[in-house]
């Protein structure tokens, strides 16, 4: 039996060789997407997601007392809620 011609054996390995070196390529590629991915994930479940926690200034600033619920004046005391605009004694 007649073997094939040296060119087109060459042309088989070379296109062999090329798919492989494709398919390692592939594959180290999508690992790195992979794990990039991943990090990013984490980072912005961490950093840009997340609540921000509010400090103990910001709470007792949020806080009311009752000094504040009696200088509303009766006016104010007596309204009717929502109907106008609030105004806020601070």
């Known amino acids: ?9 060459s ?3 070379l296109s062999n060789a090329c798919a492989f070196i494709y398919l390692l390529l592939a594959v180290w590629l ?3 997407a992979s794990i990039a991915a ?3 994930g984490v980072r912005l479940l ?3 997601v997340r609540l921000p926690i ?7 600033s949020l806080r009311t007392q009752l000094q ?6 009766v006016a104010n005391l007596l309204r009717l ?3 106008d605009k609030q105004d806020w004694v601070h």
């Open 1 to 9: 039996q007649a073997s094939a011609p040296p060119f087109l054996l």
């Open 11 to 13: 042309l088989f390995l």
């Open 30 to 32: 999508s690992m790195h």
């Open 38 to 40: 991943h990090s990013f």
């Open 46 to 48: 961490t950093r840009f």
């Open 54 to 60: 509010p400090s103990m200034r910001q709470m007792e």
């Open 68 to 73: 504040d619920y009696e200088q509303q004046g």
């Open 81 to 83: 809620p929502f109907q």
